[in-house]
């Protein structure tokens, strides 16, 4: 038999419920899973049929998605710090090799090395 502080203990764990499903659903890692029909089609069924097979169809759907996450992230991460260290070494070598134009090629000649060499950008043809 229900009493009435059953009843009230009832009413504030579906509040408690619902504030916690909520604040779930607003985690974009859970909103952008749920987001194709099929993965929600799982929850959905999940809910509706708590059964240990719905349980782990949704959860290895969600390890997979959340693998396919991590695993981007990764890839992401990789390219982006293989470009610093990419460009830090070139700045380093910039520095370590440095072209000297405006000495002479010899000690009697007043034309510099320079001179004597058109001015080119790399990946830009030069025309004379």
Same mark, same amino acid.
């Given at each position: ?6 009843? /009230? #203990?009832? %009413? ?5 419920? *619902?504030?916690?499903? +909520? ?34 169809? /949704? #959860?290895? %759907? ?5 693998? *396919?996450?991590?695993? +981007? ?56």
């Amino acid at each position: 038999m229900i009493t009435d502080n059953d009843e /009230l #203990n009832l %009413a504030e764990l579906q509040q408690c419920t *619902s504030e916690l499903t +909520t604040r779930l659903f607003d985690h974009p890692v859970i909103s952008s899973f749920m987001s194709r029909n099929d993965r929600a089609q799982l929850v959905k069924t999940y809910y509706l049929n708590p059964s240990s097979e719905n349980r782990n169809k /949704l #959860n290895t %759907a969600f390890r997979k998605y959340f693998f *396919s996450l991590r695993f +981007t992230k990764y890839i992401a991460s990789l390219i982006k710090y293989s470009k610093v260290d990419y460009y830090r070494k070139v700045r380093r070598n910039q520095g370590r090799e440095l072209a000297i134009l405006d000495k002479s090629i010899t000690e009697d000649e007043e034309i510099a090395l320079g001179e004597s060499y058109p001015l080119c950008i790399p990946y830009v043809t030069c025309h004379k």
